[in-house]
């Protein structure tokens, strides 16, 4: 891992430093030869002001010199003649055979080395020009210079050296803080113990502590998805055991012995009851199902919820719930959706109204809009909800009788709910115990 995290941030660093050390190169040349060319010229107009033509003779000052900071002077005529200094023996002729140019400096190679020479005029005797050459040899200024150019390697080198160390240390320190984390996924993944978490705290680096936060989020949204899973495949197999465990025994109650028609009719009448409730379970799991995998397709088309809800209420009276009287408070509520679905939602409320209401008890169901969203409101006065329980009965197969005698698999809050949240609404409860409960149906109006 530590391969990963300096190999490329190392190669990106020498990379760099060798691009600072080819612009050291080109720029230290280019100002070496500006340098070299500036030093000259000023030796050059410093030392020729010690220099005068009296009375048509050449008059030397006691202040001038024939060598200075390595630039070599000799005063010449016109036409190349030496009136003082001399040249070096090696590079005279070259010299005697460089024309004069005023006031420009210009190279010379000269036995294998490079000169810098430099012409500044002083005035005219005899009629002709008189001139002060100074000139200077490349290599004795290089010498500085490359032992400049050669500390900028060297501190440009040790720099790196610095940097690559620092990285090495703190790749390590990384790569140890990812090696725990990768080792406790690990962990978790071959052991599904999802019991465990990732060290957050006390990290060198933010970063690292940030990201271990995030996974042990996502690990506890997943140590309650699986939960979720175990108790929703424990749910399911509890509520199919009892009536697979009816329709068996009734089966076997059959083949015992020969019995007349009526027993045959009981038994057939058990299994059929079973085989519903059977039947239904599994058509709300599919409808959840459906639900979660948006494998729904939902026919929008707009709704009257005052007819819905009076055809629901009918069809609740139609049932032989008698003893439980049903109020319609209607008043105009429109919007859109599927209506097989709000049906559904509608059904539920009304049924568990009735459901848990007191014998010849009284349920009110109101329709509205308000704050530009309609309602459908069912209101029982009956037995209500104790407060602990309220916010598990949107769970699936929560109910709040847990001894599961009640009727009904604890699916139809749920399912409600998730059938108004797919229409863009939602669900409201208040309830007291003893009192009874309310349920308010909220859809974005139309």
Request: proline share 2%; net charge neutral; aromatic share 8%.
């Given at each position: 891992?530590i391969?990963?995290?300096?190999?490329?941030?190392?190669?990106?660093?020498?990379?760099?430093?060798?691009?600072?050390?080819?612009?050291?190169?080109?720029?230290?040349?280019?100002?070496?030869?500006?340098?070299?060319?500036?030093?000259?010229?000023?030796?050059?107009?410093?030392?020729?002001h010690?220099?005068?033509?009296?009375?048509?003779?050449?008059?030397?000052?006691?202040?001038?010199?024939?060598?200075?900071?390595?630039?070599?002077?000799?005063?010449?005529?016109?036409?190349?003649?030496?009136?003082?200094?001399?040249?070096?023996?090696?590079?005279?002729?070259?010299?005697?055979?460089?024309?004069?140019?005023?006031?420009?400096?210009?190279?010379?190679?000269?036995?294998?080395?490079?000169?810098?020479?430099?012409?500044?005029?002083?005035?005219?005797m005899?009629?002709?020009?008189?001139?002060?050459?100074?000139?200077?040899k490349?290599?004795?200024?290089?010498?500085?210079?490359?032992?400049?150019?050669?500390?900028s390697?060297?501190?440009?080198?040790?720099?790196?050296?610095?940097?690559?160390?620092?990285?090495?240390?703190l790749?390590?320190?990384?790569?140890?803080e990812?090696?725990?984390?990768?080792?406790?996924?690990?962990?978790?993944?071959?052991?599904?113990?999802?019991?465990?978490?990732?060290?957050?705290?006390?990290?060198?680096?933010?970063?690292?502590?940030?990201?271990?936060?995030?996974?042990?989020?996502?690990?506890?949204?997943?140590?309650?998805?699986?939960?979720?899973?175990?108790?929703?495949?424990?749910?399911?197999?509890?509520?199919?055991?009892t009536?697979?465990?009816?329709?068996?025994?009734?089966?076997?109650?059959?083949?015992?012995?020969?019995?007349d028609?009526?027993?045959?009719?009981?038994?057939?009448d058990?299994?059929?009851?079973?085989s519903?409730?059977?039947?239904?379970?599994?058509t709300?799991?599919?409808?959840?199902?459906?639900?979660?995998?948006?494998?729904?397709?939902m026919?929008?088309?707009?709704?009257?919820?005052?007819?819905?809800?009076?055809?629901?209420?009918?069809?609740?009276?139609?049932?032989?719930?008698?003893?439980?009287?049903?109020?319609?408070?209607?008043?105009?509520?429109v919007?859109?959706?599927?209506?097989?679905?709000?049906?559904?939602?509608?059904?539920?409320?009304?049924?568990?109204?009735?459901?848990?209401?007191?014998?010849?008890?009284?349920?009110?169901?109101?329709?509205?809009?308000?704050?530009?969203?309609?309602y459908?409101?069912?209101?029982?006065?009956?037995?209500?909800?104790?407060?602990?329980?309220?916010?598990?009965?949107?769970?699936?197969?929560?109910?709040?009788?847990?001894?599961?005698?009640?009727?009904?698999?604890?699916?139809?809050?749920?399912?409600?709910?998730?059938?108004?949240?797919?229409h863009?609404?939602g669900?409201?409860?208040?309830?007291?115990?003893?009192?009874?409960?309310?349920?308010?149906?909220?859809?974005?109006?139309?």
């Amino acid at each position: 891992m530590i391969h990963y995290i300096v190999i490329w941030p190392a190669i990106a660093m020498i990379c760099m430093t060798l691009m600072m050390m080819i612009a050291i190169r080109l720029f230290s040349n280019a100002a070496v030869d500006y340098e070299i060319k500036r030093e000259i010229r000023k030796s050059t107009d410093n030392n020729r002001h010690n220099l005068s033509v009296v009375n048509g003779k050449l008059e030397i000052a006691d202040g001038f010199s024939y060598q200075s900071d390595n630039v070599s002077f000799v005063v010449l005529k016109r036409n190349g003649e030496i009136l003082a200094g001399e040249y070096p023996e090696n590079i005279r002729s070259d010299m005697e055979n460089l024309p004069i140019r005023n006031n420009l400096s210009s190279a010379l190679v000269c036995d294998g080395a490079t000169y810098y020479v430099r012409d500044a005029r002083i005035g005219r005797m005899a009629g002709k020009g008189l001139f002060l050459r100074g000139f200077l040899k490349k290599s004795y200024a290089d010498s500085v210079y490359h032992k400049l150019e050669m500390g900028s390697y060297l501190m440009i080198s040790g720099m790196l050296c610095v940097v690559l160390f620092g990285t090495l240390i703190l790749a390590k320190r990384i790569s140890k803080e990812l090696k725990n984390m990768c080792q406790t996924a690990e962990h978790i993944g071959s052991n599904l113990d999802m019991s465990q978490r990732m060290r957050c705290e006390d990290h060198m680096f933010r970063e690292i502590a940030v990201l271990a936060s995030a996974n042990n989020r996502m690990l506890d949204r997943l140590e309650q998805t699986f939960r979720l899973q175990e108790q929703f495949t424990s749910d399911v197999a509890h509520e199919l055991r009892t009536p697979v465990a009816v329709v068996l025994a009734q089966c076997q109650y059959a083949r015992e012995k020969v019995r007349d028609a009526s027993d045959y009719q009981e038994v057939l009448d058990a299994i059929y009851r079973q085989s519903k409730k059977m039947n239904t379970l599994i058509t709300q799991l599919l409808k959840f199902l459906r639900l979660d995998q948006d494998r729904v397709q939902m026919q929008e088309e707009v709704l009257d919820l005052m007819e819905i809800v009076q055809s629901v209420c009918e069809e609740q009276q139609e049932k032989g719930n008698d003893t439980i009287a049903i109020h319609l408070h209607l008043h105009e509520a429109v919007t859109t959706g599927d209506i097989s679905l709000i049906i559904i939602v509608i059904q539920n409320l009304v049924e568990n109204a009735i459901k848990f209401s007191y014998p010849d008890g009284q349920v009110d169901v109101e329709t509205g809009e308000n704050s530009g969203q309609a309602y459908v409101r069912v209101t029982d006065y009956g037995i209500g909800i104790e407060p602990e329980k309220l916010e598990n009965i949107f769970r699936r197969f929560y109910k709040c009788d847990q001894s599961r005698n009640a009727e009904g698999f604890g699916l139809g809050l749920p399912l409600s709910l998730k059938i108004a949240k797919k229409h863009g609404g939602g669900i409201d409860v208040r309830s007291a115990v003893g009192k009874g409960s309310e349920f308010t149906l909220w859809l974005p109006k139309t």
